[in-house]
């Protein structure tokens, strides 16, 4: 399984951003997949996840704010943030945990900064 992500970057805070994870592997349908973040000097935190059947839960921070969606037939995860604060800062991650090899994967991350 490999994961990629992209549409990280610099915005204001109020504004949006919309984060893409592609994903290889037939696994990519049939498990929850998951975004994590970690900002700097801090631990990574869980910030929303979908099954594959379309349930999602979201940190309270970022409830309201965050929709997780997905697109299984392009193996594509998608993470749109709407009004974004400071604190958002963070390395973005994209994740799976195959349970069939109870083992997680990671993306190489994606950089969201949001300036005050």
Known sequence: VQLVESGGGL???GGSLRLSCAGSGSTFSINTMNWFRQAPGKQRELVAGMTSGGATNYADTVKGRFTCSRDNAKRM???QMN???PEDTAV???SVFVVAEGRRYWGQGTQVTVSS
Do not use: D, E, P, T
């Open 83 to 85: 009004s974004l604060k």
């Open 11 to 13: 915005v204001q805070a």
């Open 77 to 79: 995860m998608f993470l």
């Open 92 to 94: 973005y991650f994209c």
